[in-house]
């Protein structure tokens, strides 16, 4: 592997905030990744000993909101449903305000009264899970419990169809915007331990190193909790508690380049849903086996709105003229599958309002019709999605090969996110191994690119080398430990 000298987040300065002001005075625009760390003892280490500008505070610990603005922190409150407690509404140095996401528009608006002109409210998305493989991954086939081998692929619990559908249904106006009128949501989420040994010792600290990759690797903000275990052993300055928080600092630093707020993610799956979480566990396992999509809402299905897509999967029921647009994007060669995300049958839709009802099925079963129109063809699932994993296969198989936006070879606990700069020129594949153990991942990405640039927070920037084949660049990562980018550049 060869150094290449290029410049890298973690060498921009010590301090996090620092960072994410020159990506603002760059771009134009709030173009930082944030990463919050929630902090609960009643006293804090030093803004230059955590390296940190900012810090979550439950509002009812009035010792720590105390110790942390004492001692300079930009400090957040974290409320306990959308009540400010008096006390703190008047209080000095308050940067605004952490709610959970079931807070109404009435309470936010009362909030924002309350607090000074230039507070910010932070607003949670608490559906996500902390980031882990689950071993024995249990399963129900035909009415039996199956425990998966050890062999099989492992199950991991991810965050990335959540932040996919969090990102489509959030209102610019009400949240930090991407590139291209996306919205960065924020998401939380308490730790679950594994082992009893855990509960006390908490997590190790390449739990949270995916944590915050994850939420990187997405596009998302993250308000990470941190064990009471591991912020006691940080007050005491245990020399293992700094090594650990010196990782996390690195991966804070690495993310707060919002490289995913200034590309464009790469999809080539569209989901026509009106909710989206209706059909979450389909969309978890199209994410979990590295198929990228993008949510449709079915009032914004346009035949212009198709134009990058190779298939659509509809979730929900079109109507006479949805089908129409479906009808023509499988005329010139796209793929459109009909299914409900239950298994409930579906009921069967008069012939007359769909465009290819009066033509013959080229496959029947007792579960599934296959239609070719035009050069594309159309699936209808007749009984609803009994099994996500097996159907995300299946899309897989639909797509083809030729169709995919990216391959994984020798990493079952990878998900990948590729992204296009705006102008078209240059690919980002963002990767991350939830196993966090070192091993050799193989990817195969479309397009052909030359050269290719990896980085993680752990490593120096280096050239890969790699080859083209069929269109495609293949390239290998020899030791993906945790989280990476690759950077590639269309080759002429």
């Not at 509404?89 to 309350?114: E, F, T, W, Y």
Request: with cysteine; net charge neutral; glycine share 8%.
């Amino acid at each position: 592997m060869v150094t290449y000298p290029l410049a890298s987040p973690g060498r921009c300065v010590r301090r996090i905030a620092v960072c994410a002001t020159m990506a603002v005075s760059l771009f134009g625009g709030d173009l930082r990744a944030d990463v919050l760390i929630r902090w609960d003892q009643n006293q804090i280490p030093s803004p230059a000993s955590l390296a940190l500008a900012s810090v979550v505070v439950p509002a009812v610990n009035a010792a720590a909101v105390r110790s942390a603005l004492d001692q300079g922190y930009r400090v957040y409150l974290e409320l306990e449903g959308a009540t400010l407690p008096s006390s703190a509404a008047a209080a000095d140095g308050i940067a605004g305000v952490v709610v959970g996401g079931n807070a109404s528009p009435k309470q936010l608006a009362l909030l924002k009264r309350r607090l000074p002109a230039r507070a910010r409210i932070i607003t949670l998305d608490e559906r996500g899970k902390w980031p882990h493989i689950r071993t024995n991954w249990v399963t129900r086939n035909n009415d039996v419990l199956q425990v998966s081998g050890r062999s099989a692929q492992p199950w991991i619990e991810n965050n990335a169809a959540l932040l996919r559908i969090a990102q489509a249904a959030a209102s610019p106006t009400s949240a930090k915007a991407f590139a291209g009128g996306r919205t960065v949501p924020w998401i939380s989420y308490p730790w679950q331990p594994i082992t009893l040994a855990e509960i006390d010792d908490g997590p190790q600290i390449e739990n949270y190193l995916v944590a915050i990759a994850e939420a990187g690797l997405f596009g998302g903000d993250l308000l990470l909790p941190l064990h009471p275990r591991f912020q006691q052993d940080l007050l005491l300055g245990l020399p293992q508690a700094r090594a650990g928080w010196d990782r996390i600092r690195r991966h804070i630093e690495f993310y707060s380049w919002n490289l995913a707020g200034l590309y464009r993610p790469v999809a080539n799956i569209g989901v026509l849903a009106a909710d989206a979480m209706s059909g979450f566990e389909v969309l978890n396992l199209l994410a979990r086996h590295n198929l990228p999509f993008e949510v449709i809402a079915p009032s914004r299905l346009s035949p212009s709105s198709l134009g990058a897509l190779d298939l659509v999967l509809a979730l929900d029921p079109p109507t006479a003229a949805q089908m129409d647009v479906l009808a023509a994007f499988a005329g010139k060669g796209g793929t459109v599958v009909l299914a409900k995300p239950s298994t409930r049958p579906s009921p069967p839709a008069d012939a007359s309002t769909r465009p290819w009802g009066t033509l013959t099925p080229v496959l029947r079963t007792e579960d599934r019709v296959s239609y070719e129109v035009g050069a594309g063809r159309v699936v209808e699932v007749l009984k609803g999605i009994a099994d996500p994993n097996l159907f995300a296969f299946e899309i897989r198989q639909l797509l083809g090969p030729e169709h995919r936006v990216l391959d994984i070879w020798n990493g079952i606990t990878v998900i990948a996110a590729p992204y296009r700069d705006p102008g078209g020129r240059s690919v980002l594949v963002s990767v991350l191994n939830y196993a966090h153990q070192p091993l050799p991942v193989q990817l195969r990405i479309a397009g052909t690119f030359s050269p290719v640039h990896y980085e993680s927070p752990e490593e120096p920037p280096a050239l890969l080398p790699y080859q083209h084949r069929d269109g495609y660049t293949e390239v290998v990562l020899p030791a993906l430990s945790i989280g990476g980018r690759l950077f590639l550049n269309q080759r002429p």
